[in-house]
Nanobody
Framework: QVQLAESGGGLVQPGGSLRLSCAAS????????MAWFRQAPGKEREFIGNINWSGTNTWYADRMNGRFTISRDNTENMLFLQMNDLNVEDTAVYYC???????????????????WGQGTQVTVSS
């Protein structure tokens, strides 16, 4: 069982940046490939990107347009999402997710992930 807790959300102006964190409550964090998703009001949950177990490989949904960067620190059991050049369409609840096996390529399907955090709200507004 893995518990995930996102943090770092908040209100940011268009064009701004934000770094989200996801803390994992497991001593075997590097056994899990990780991902970020988001869900905007009235829309389905959307894949942002995923990272492999060691953090050496990342994959991103095309529509993120290179503005987002996923990283992890296995010594601290932490996952990160650096978001730059934010716009109002990025307003959403952001979730981290963990999977024991979904790390060798892009894994955009939600069903690939076994554990989810509660989410952190990001609001982009002037």
């Amino acid at each position: 069982q893995v518990q995930l807790a996102e943090s770092g959300g908040g209100l940011v102006q268009p064009g701004g940046s934000l770094r989200l964190s996801c803390a994992a409550s497991t001593r075997t964090f590097d056994d899990y490939a990780m991902a970020w998703f988001r869900q905007a009001p009235g829309k389905e949950r959307e894949f942002i990107g995923n990272i492999n177990w060691s953090g050496t490989n990342t994959w991103y949904a095309d529509r993120m347009n290179g503005r987002f960067t996923i990283s992890r620190d296995n010594t601290e059991n932490m996952l990160f999402l650096q978001m730059n050049d934010l716009n109002v369409e990025d307003t959403a609840v952001y979730y981290c997710a963990a999977s024991r096996w979904a790390g060798g390529k892009m894994w955009p399907l939600q069903t690939s992930y076994d554990y989810w955090g509660q989410g952190t709200q990001v609001t982009v507004s002037s």
